[in-house]
Nanobody, 115 residues
């Protein structure tokens, strides 16, 4: 089993950058696929980015070229580097660990982009 805790959210100006972290505790982090989701007020939950256990990545069209997902299997942490932030990126961001027989979520961290 794995437990996830997000951090790094906060207030940032449009055009700025922020790095989110998701720290995992428990065993088996390196064999999980990881993802970042976000939910903005009044909108559906959106898949932002994924990274597999082999570090293959995929991104939502809305963040492609601006966000980068990465993982450190020694620190048991997944990151989301967010650059060129826009007001539309304002949301609660959640990390997710998943495989064929398991699905685990963090508590979320608020990102607010001001203009």
């Amino acid at each position: 089993q794995v437990q996830l805790v997000e951090s790094g959210g906060g207030l940032v100006q449009a055009g700025g950058s922020l790095r989110l972290s998701c720290a995992a505790s428990g065993s088996g982090f390196s064999i999980f696929n990881m993802a970042w989701y976000r939910r903005a007020p009044g909108k559906e939950r959106e898949l932002v980015a994924t990274i597999t256990r082999t570090s293959s990545t995929n991104y939502a069209a809305s963040v492609k070229g601006r966000f980068t997902i990465s993982r450190d299997n020694v620190k048991n942490t997944v990151y989301l580097q967010m650059n060129s932030l826009k007001s539309e990126d304002t949301a609660v961001y959640y990390c997710n660990a998943y495989r064929y027989d398991y699905d685990c979520w963090g508590q979320g961290t608020q990102v607010t982009v001001s203009s």
